[in-house]
């Protein structure tokens, strides 16, 4: 059983850095892949940013480039999610998950955390 959990989520203020983190414990191969999501109250959840374990490849959303980066720890089985200059825009509930595929759909993910709240102030 695949089981991840996210940490790190805060109230702060714009232009503030805020770094999540996604503990993922009992990886297989089919969990080689694992994507950051948002949902902010009223809207769809959205693709944030995607890491696969194996080779370290990444991609993320037009609205996040260049100021998010995902990275890994495959010793510790942590994914981590540092985001720079937060925007208002940015406040929703972060979510980790983890597939086999890598995508920016979320139905693609098949275990998901239960997401941390980001709070960005103006």
């Known amino acids: 059983q695949v089981h991840v959990v996210e940490s790190g989520g805060g109230l702060v203020q714009a232009g503030d850095s805020l770094r999540l983190s996604c503990a993922a414990s009992g990886r297989t191969f089919w969990t080689d892949v694992m994507g950051w999501f948002r949902q902010a109250p009223g809207k769809e959840r959205e693709f944030v940013a995607v890491i696969t374990w194996s080779t370290g490849s990444t991609d993320y959303a037009d609205s996040v480039k260049g100021r998010f980066t995902v990275s890994k720890d495959n010793a510790k089985n942590t994914v981590y999610l540092t985001m720079n200059s937060l925007k208002p825009d940015d406040t929703a509930v972060y979510y980790c998950?983890?597939?086999?595929?890598?995508?920016?759909?979320?139905?693609?993910?098949?275990?998901w955390g239960q997401g941390t709240q980001v709070t960005v102030s103006s």
């Open positions: 998950a983890a597939g086999l595929n890598f995508g920016v759909r979320a139905s693609t993910y098949r275990y």
